[in-house]
Every structure is written in C-alpha cells, then in structure tokens.
C-alpha cells in the first residue's frame, strides 16, 4: 500500500500525457492562460492568408484573426504561436489537442463541422472554387475543360468539388493531387497541369508565385462556395465562445464605424450600443470569460474586419481582391454579426 | 514464506527456496513485465476510445463502404468518383506494390551489375562503379525523388509537341502513351496460347535435365523454347479467330483536345518514382552484391581453374551459387526497404497508398485512427509477406548438407 501513492501519481503523469487532447482536463481558455501564449494553426504560407517573413514574423488575414484572439486574452496581439499546417494534417492537429484554434482558410462543411470533431465558430470569409488556366489556351469557361489534366491539393474540398463539377457536366479530367500547396503550384508551372484548382482568393496569391504570372488566368466561373471559418474542437462551449465572439466583434465593429483610430474616443461616447460594445457598460466580457475591455484590445491591436481585410486583400494590398460577398451586409456582401448586447 | 520450504524430492538434501531458483524468478519478472504492458495497452486504449467519445468522433471501420467523391489518375485498379473508400485504398495497394516490383527488378539487374563492375579489372569501369553507388546512396532519396520528378516534367514537351517514338509511342510531360488491347477473342486466345507455351516449355526443360541426368544427350532447349512461345500462341489466335492480323485489336494513343487519349499511360510520376528507388536501391545491392563475390574464397576459384573450367565457367557455376547464399538475406532486406521507402511517392503526386489513404482518404472521413492503423497492417503483411518469399529462396539456395 505504500507504494500505491507513487503509482497513483505516475499514472495520473501518463494519463495527463496522454489526455492532452481531452477536454474533459481544464478548459482551453484556462490552458491558454497558464500557457501565456494561444497555439493556431496556420498556413505554412499562402500570400494574403498567412505568410512567415524572413525573421518568422507572421502576416496576414488569418494571421490577424489569431492575433485578436490574442488581444482578447491577453490584451496583447502577440502572444501566439503559429503553427503551420498542410491541408492534410490540419483536423488531426485539431483533433489531437496540438492547436488551440485552426484558422487557416479552410472551409466550414456539414461532416467537418460534426463527425471530424471540429466546431466552426464562424465565416470570417466567403470564397468558391476557380481554376487557373494558361492564357495562350485561349479558354473563356470552366466549361471548356473536358479533357484536362489538372493539379489539386489533396485532402481539400477543391478535390471533391472538381470531382462533383466533371460528373454533373459530364465530362472528363484527370486529376494531378499533392500533398502541399507548394509543390502543387510547382506542379502546374512545370506544365504537368493545363489547370490549377483553388479557392479563387489562393489562386489569386499563387498566381503572382508562377514564373510568368501575366501568363496565366483565373476562370471566371466559381464552381463552389467555400466559407472559410475558424475552427476549435469540439466539446468546450467557453472557448468556443470566446473565437466566435471574436469574430463577431470584430464585424459588428466595422459596423458600428469603430476603428483603430478611434476606439478609444468610441468606447466614452454616449451611444449605449458602443458602450456596450465596448465594454464601458454592461458585462458582456466577463460572460465569455474575457475582460471588460476584451473588444476594445482586439480593435485597438488588428482593427476591426474590413481594416484587416483591407490590409491584406485591398486596393493597397497586392492581391487586389474586391469585397464582394465580404462586405458587410448593408452594403451588398454576407457579414452580419448578431447584436453585442 | 511458507511455500518453498517443504520441497524436497527422495531424501536428498533440500533444495533452495523457491525465490532462489533463477528459472522461477525470471519467469515471474517476465510474466509481470507481460502484464504491464498489457494493461499499460489496454489503458491506452480505453484512454483513447474516452477522448475519441469526448470530441465526438465516432470510431469503426464502417466509412470504408461509404462512396468516395474523389477520383484517381492512372490507377491500376480502376477508381472513379462514387466508388468506396475500400477500393480507394486497394487502388492505392496496387500502385504501391505495381512500383515497388517494377523498381525490385530493375534495382536488382542494376545492382547486380554494377555490383560486378566494381570488380572489374578495368580501372574506369570500377572507379565509375564506385562513384555511382557512393553518389547515390549518400543523398536523401526524398531529394533524388524530387530531382527526377522535375527532370522528367522539365525536360519533356507539352502534350501538342509530343515527341513520337517507334511503334505507335508518344512521349510527353504527361506521360508515355502506347497501343492497348481492346476485349477480343483474339487476345484470350493469345493469353492461354501463352500459358500453354509456359507449361510446355516447363515440361521440356525437366525432361531435358532427366535425360541429362541418365546420361544421354539434353535437348536443344535453346531453339525449342522460342519456337513453343511463337508457335502455341499464334496456332491458338488463328484456331479461334481464323486469321491472325485482324483478331487482335488495340487503341492507338492520339491527340485530343488537352491531351493524348487512347491506348494505355504510364504517368511521369510512375516513371520519376520507379527511377529513383531502383537507382537509390541498386547502390545498396551493388554493394551487398559486392561483398557476396567478393567474400567466395580465391581457393575456389582455383581449383575451377585447375579443372579446366572456362573463366565464365567459374563465375556461373562456381562463384555465383555460393555468393548468391551471401547475397540473399541482405538482399530481402533491401527490398523490404525499397517497398516501405515506396511511401515517399507523396512528395511527387503518385497516388499509392499512403498517398491516398493519409490523404483523401482520412481527409475526408476524419478515421485517423482507422487509416492509419490499416495501411500499417497492409505494409506489415506486405513486407512479412516479402520475407516469407525471400526466406524459402535462401532456403532453397543454403548450402545443401548431406
């Protein structure tokens, strides 16, 4: 009986070990804490999404998402740990308890959402599939394909997409798939492939990678609709709150005109909706499990959605995308956040 | 403590306490060693099935007869979209097991060769042996895959600038294209003409050994054996068709629209994989092949000599029997290798196994478990399977002691 106390206590050492993926333990929000630092996963480099510079900083739309989970916390947008992930091994590293929150333009589907043990929390944006094509093939339509050899990544919903749109329309392709973007990309410049298939938004940032990208062109049709969301694992209601909420405020913000400039002069004002929001009134935070302030840290560190989206996809940025369904939703596009209150 | 004491056998002088027999205690660390692991397993497991339960992910093997909506270029097995994810993963067993025999064949005939010309007596050929198998073999194979992967998409035309080979071939950064068989009576007919001619042949060379044994002159296998393989399978051809020319149909590959169509492909990933295994490998056997040779001792060579036997002669009947008994357990060993390295086939978008079940596969079911625990499985029994093989031709060529 003596030596119970010591095997009690190596057992419980191995069962910890090997629970690390359970959330039955303490609470993601709790673990993050204690840890000092929110683990993401990420794209290991995808122009616009997420991309490392030289000094292991990262960039970008995703990027930015992790980083006002971070502001949320921890009242500071950096203490995250990226970690890149390919599309295969995303949901194992989500499964697996290895990430806190997958934010890594991946599409919110019914099977995903449930028997793959991931929740999306929300879209933070709307893409569909496209293909790009050599200029010179002189192609209008996606309808022109049959016959063509074409270059996916595996383990992608464009694999299953493309497979849907040749079978519905009745025509033939063969399909090249690889395990990473990179190597998929390299594939098609190579001349492996007569088309690349993507989400419109990759295609856009891959083509700038190709040797000659004047070369090449993006289809116009979308043969699917691919809603990118944040993801967590299943079976913790605080932190799944805590990423959707996120999300949502980072939204409702734009909606509600508060920016990086002028959160500050926001949050004092007398609108009972910014205060609110803002945290100045009210205890929206703490029922999250996040401070009062959480949503002004979060604008204050990012900006709020279509800054970030600016930054990234804008006019200024080098990819040029145009909001279309991510503008809010009273200026055309789907973002609606449902009310801070 | 009570239990040893009384044990003694017919009078003579008691035996140690039990606890000092060194047979018992091993036994009873082994026994608890055996238990531990096995619950430390059985724990495991039932950690894993609780997690499993927590996230919500549903355990069983039940997603392999669901439809899978993916599809796979120059498969063996013909897979489309809609077919289950059972036969997704056979698909993928068969490209895996068609390259690792291509790459085992071709690795062996260039080992084997290289292997000797290490030997050889001639200065350039030994040096240019040796940098072959020191180049190869001391690079990472994922690289060398990569290199002949982009060197085969690199330095080929696109398919409307196919360059066209002899006999109906065109070659370009899509593939080797050839004529294929179109269902015929024709070509079952040559199929069993075929078989019949292998039979025949069989028979001919166990009876020509016989009459050699009971000392009379063997047959002219040499000219028998091609004219059965001609003979029979024409004859049979023009039985059931009444002409030959004209029972056996093929596609021939031609351009349409992206692409060559018609006939049958061999992808540049097939080729690009099967090149840099068998190269990779052929380094390796080069050297066990090396070594065997060289390990048959100068005595027997010698006395082959002294026999009057040519040197030829030597080499084939004496050298090589006993080498190869030096030359065959390491040469399972690297085939075991080449098979699992086959894996690397992900790198270079060749759909094999692991391709296909790590990566559609378990994408889109979630079943990491399950997939991964069942190409493990496949590659255990494949490689056992392998060794099997090989331990009955080491058996069969081991030094006969009578």
């Given at each position: 009986m003596k030596r119970a106390p010591v095997l009690m206590a190596m057992a419980c050492g191995v069962a910890a070990a090997m629970a690390n993926g359970a959330p039955a333990a303490a609470g993601v929000l709790d673990q993050v804490r204690q840890r000092g630092q929110v683990i993401c996963g990420a794209n290991p480099g995808l122009a616009g999404f997420g991309v490392p510079d030289?000094?292991?900083?990262?960039?970008?739309?995703?990027?930015?998402?992790?980083?006002?989970?971070?502001?949320?916390?921890?009242?500071?947008?950096?203490?995250?740990?990226?970690?890149?992930?390919?599309?295969?091994?995303?949901?194992?590293?989500?499964?697996?308890g290895?990430?806190?929150?997958?934010?890594?333009?991946?599409?919110?589907?019914?099977?995903?959402?449930?028997?793959?043990?991931?929740?999306?929390?929300?879209?933070?944006?709307?893409?569909?599939?496209?293909?790009?094509?050599?200029a010179k093939l002189g192609l209008k339509s996606a309808l022109e394909l049959n016959g063509a050899t074409i270059c996916v990544q595996q383990g992608t919903t464009n694999e299953l997409n493309m497979a849907d749109f040749f079978r519905s329309h009745k025509m033939e392709y063969k399909p090249v798939s690889f395990g990473s973007a990179a190597e998929t990309v390299r594939a098609y410049d190579a001349g492996r492939c007569d088309a690349f298939t993507s989400d419109s938004s990759a295609l856009h940032a891959e083509r700038l990678r190709m040797t000659n990208p004047s070369e090449h062109v993006v289809?116009?049709?979308?043969?699917?609709?691919?809603?990118?969301?944040?993801?967590?694992?299943?079976?913790?209601?605080?932190?799944?709150?805590?990423?959707r909420w996120v999300g949502y405020g980072l939204v409702a913000a734009e909606d509600a005109g508060v920016t990086k400039a002028n959160v500050d002069e926001k949050r004092s004002s007398d609108?009972?909706?910014?205060?609110?929001?803002?945290?100045?009134?009210?205890?929206?935070?703490?029922?999250?499990?996040?401070?009062?302030?959480?949503?002004?840290?979060?604008?204050?560190?990012?900006?709020?959605?279509?800054?970030?989206?600016?930054?990234?996809?804008?006019?200024?940025?080098?990819?040029?995308?145009?909001?279309?369904?991510?503008?809010?939703?009273?200026?055309?596009?789907?973002?609606?956040?449902?009310?801070?209150? | 403590m009570r239990a040893g004491q009384t044990v003694t056998t017919s009078g003579r002088a008691p035996r140690a306490a039990w606890w000092g027999n060194p047979a018992v205690r091993a036994f009873i660390w082994q026994a608890l060693l055996v238990i531990a692991v096995i619950s430390l397993f059985v724990w495991a497991g039932r950690n894993v099935a609780a997690n499993l339960r927590?996230?919500?992910?549903?355990?069983?093997?039940?997603?392999?007869?669901?439809?899978?909506?993916?599809?796979?270029?120059?498969?063996?097995?013909?897979?489309?979209?809609?077919?289950?994810?059972?036969?997704a993963l056979l698909a993928g067993f068969g490209n895996?097991?068609?390259?690792?025999?291509?790459?085992?064949?071709?690795?062996?005939?260039?080992?084997?060769?290289?292997?000797?010309?290490?030997?050889?007596?001639?200065?350039?050929?030994?040096?240019?042996?040796?940098?072959?198998?020191?180049?190869?073999?001391n690079t990472p194979?994922?690289?060398?895959?990569?290199?002949?992967?982009?060197?085969?998409?690199?330095?080929?035309?696109?398919?409307?600038?196919?360059?066209?080979?002899?006999?109906?071939?065109?070659?370009?950064?899509?593939?080797?294209?050839?004529?294929?068989?179109?269902?015929?009576?024709?070509?079952?007919?040559?199929?069993?003409?075929?078989?019949?001619?292998?039979?025949?042949?069989?028979?001919?060379?166990?009876?020509?050994?016989?009459?050699?044994?009971?000392?009379?002159?063997?047959?002219?296998?040499?000219l028998l054996t091609p004219l059965v393989f001609i003979g029979l399978p024409l004859a049979a051809v023009w039985l059931t068709a009444g002409t030959v020319a004209g029972a056996l149909p093929v596609t021939w590959p031609e351009l349409r629209g992206f692409n060559v169509g018609g006939g049958v492909t061999l992808l540049p990933e097939f080729v690009a994989l099967v090149l840099g295994l068998s190269l990779y490998t052929s380094a390796f056997i080069a050297e066990i092949v090396r070594s065997g040779v060289q390990a048959v001792p100068k005595g027997q060579r010698e006395a082959g000599?002294?026999?009057?036997?040519?040197?030829?002669?030597?080499?084939?009947?004496?050298?090589?029997?006993?080498?190869?008994?030096?030359?065959?357990?390491?040469?399972?060993?690297?085939?075991?290798?080449?098979?699992?390295?086959?894996?690397?086939?992900?790198?270079?978008?060749?759909?094999?196994l692991v391709s296909i079940g790590a990566g559609p596969v378990l994408q889109n079911t979630g079943q990491a478990l399950e997939v991964i625990s069942l190409i493990m499985l496949i590659y255990l029994a494949l490689s056992l399977l392998t060794a099997l093989l090989m331990n009955w031709w080491n058996a069969r060529m081991a030094l006969a002691e009578r």
């Open positions: 030289d000094k292991g900083k990262w960039t970008g739309f995703d990027v930015d998402y992790c980083r006002a989970i971070s502001a949320a916390v921890f009242g500071d947008p950096d203490k995250v740990k990226y970690v890149p992930l390919t599309a295969k091994d995303r949901f194992t590293a989500l499964q697996t290895e990430i806190d929150v997958l934010v890594r333009n991946t599409t919110w589907t019914m099977s995903r959402d449930t028997a793959l043990g991931a929740s999306f929390t929300n879209v933070n944006f709307y893409d569909g599939q496209a293909f790009l094509v050599r289809l116009p049709e979308l043969i699917s609709r691919e809603p990118f969301g944040a993801a967590v694992r299943k079976g913790d209601d605080q932190w799944f709150d805590v990423v609108n009972p909706e910014l205060r609110r929001m803002l945290g100045a009134e009210g205890k929206l935070g703490p029922a999250i499990g996040l401070p009062d302030e959480w949503l002004v840290n979060v604008v204050r560190a990012v900006g709020n959605y279509g800054e970030i989206y600016d930054r990234h996809f804008g006019e200024t940025s080098r990819l040029k995308i145009p909001r279309g369904l991510n503008n809010l939703w009273n200026k055309g596009g789907l973002m609606y956040a449902p009310p801070l209150r | 927590a996230s919500n992910i549903t355990w069983g093997f039940g997603f392999l007869t669901e439809a899978a909506n993916f599809d796979i270029t120059g498969s063996l097995i013909p897979f489309r979209a809609g077919d289950t994810y059972a036969r895996t097991l068609a390259a690792a025999l291509v790459a085992i064949l071709i690795a062996t005939a260039l080992g084997f060769v290289v292997g000797v010309a290490r030997l050889s007596r001639n200065v350039l050929v030994a040096r240019f042996a040796a940098a072959y198998v020191e180049a190869l073999r194979l994922l690289l060398q895959l990569l290199v002949w992967y982009n060197v085969v998409l690199k330095s080929l035309p696109g398919p409307r600038q196919s360059i066209a080979l002899p006999g109906g071939l065109l070659l370009n950064n899509r593939g080797l294209y050839g004529p294929w068989p179109v269902a015929a009576p024709g070509w079952s007919a040559l199929g069993l003409g075929l078989l019949a001619a292998l039979a025949v042949s069989i028979g001919l060379a166990v009876w020509s050994a016989r009459r050699r044994r009971a000392g009379r002159a063997p047959l002219a296998l040499w000599r002294a026999l009057g036997l040519r040197e030829g002669q030597i080499l084939r009947l004496i050298v090589i029997p006993q080498a190869l008994r030096l030359i065959i357990p390491p040469l399972a060993g690297q085939y075991l290798n080449l098979t699992k390295n086959s894996s690397l086939a992900v790198a270079i978008g060749y759909p094999d």
